[in-house]
């Protein structure tokens, strides 16, 4: 896989990032390897097809799972057929129960326990999401960061406009690993935050919601405004903690060398 980098981090990197990105997702939709891939799992596409269908195909269900940002998962076939199995519009059902809602979008996208699927439409989606998922890993292989940045900006603008309590919302946040690393990054808590109990942790996200992005509505931090400033907070306090632990590396290797 080939890095896509700006060259320099931090908030400037990330308006080069913006500038650059409509460009190189039109390219990297005409890279070969990823034609190849998007290629086969729409040329296998069909109104029948079953969840073992999907998990019984490596290839396609790579796909699948990468869209979606569940790529880690290609080894649980067994679960992720029962995700794709589950009643999506049965709150008690395993897919509704998770707390990462990744897997309700993947099951939502499929549909295959409602019956049959519409292969044009849903090849389509999928082959849209799966060249963004890698547009942003190739950016993540040269700046992690800048990655979540993306992610984040992309799992908030769906966010938009939904009609969930914005408890529920925020549970979301909190039970999305990557989306969540930049909210707790951008509010400045540490990696033991995660050990709170749950209520708390949702009391102390709202409470820095409001104090650094001027809102606890999860709605409107989904907005341009809202993306930009909680991108803004997590990319200045991801330079600063790098610009720190450089400093500190350079204070040692002073010490060390005398």
Known sequence: MTAISVGFGGLAGWKVLQRIEPRQI???????????STAYFRDNLSADMTAEDLVGDYRMLSVALKAFGLESDIGNKAFIRKILESDVNDGKSLVNRLSDKRYLKFAQAFGLSAGKIDPEA????????YVQREFESRVGAGDETMRLALNAR??????????????????????????RKVFQAAFGFSDHFGKLPVERQLQEFTRAAEQRLGTAQLTEIANDDGIERLITNYLARAQLTTSTAQNRYSAALTLLSR
């Open 26 to 36: 039109e390219v990297l939709a005409r890279d070969r390897t990823v034609q190849n």
């Open 122 to 129: 849903l090849g389509r989606t999928i082959s849209d999401s």
């Open 154 to 179: 992309r799992e908030l603008q769906a966010i938009a406009g939904r009609e969930s309590s914005n408890n529920t919302l925020w549970y979301e946040v909190m039970g999305n690993t990557p989306l």
